[in-house]
Nanobody, 121 residues
């Protein structure tokens, strides 16, 4: 499964931004999908994850209430709606696909390329 993330961007604190991640194969609809982020020198950090059918979602405490993960299996695409962005949200964001819904990056078999989100204060 190949994952292609949309381009991130430079936004101001308080702004909103939506990332998308499209999968190359129809079989990707059976995978849980997640978003992680990484700052240089740090481990990849869990952000949000969604089950294969969209019924279950998990969020990191730092983004809960501000970020929303969703998916459209007809388009093989997962979205991360990010509201009320803060400078500490600045990172490389990665989308991943896993056979089961997990919040650890170790469970994810497939990854998209990182996309940079920069939030200025």
């Amino acid at each position: 499964v190949q994952l292609q993330a949309s381009r991130g961007g430079l936004v101001q604190a308080g702004d909103s931004l939506t990332l998308s991640c499209a999968a190359s194969e129809r079989s990707s609809s059976g995978y849980a999908r997640g978003w992680f982020r990484q700052v240089l020198g740090n481990e990849r950090e869990f952000v949000a994850a969604i089950s294969w059918n969209g019924d279950t979602t998990y969020y990191a405490g730092s983004v809960k209430g501000r970020f929303t993960i969703s998916r459209d299996n007809t388009k093989r695409t997962v979205y991360l709606q990010m509201n009320s962005l803060k400078p500490e949200d600045t990172a490389l964001y990665y989308c991943g696909a896993a056979p089961v819904l997990r919040t650890t990056h170790l469970a994810y078999d497939y990854w998209g390329q990182g996309t940079l989100v920069t939030v200025s204060s």
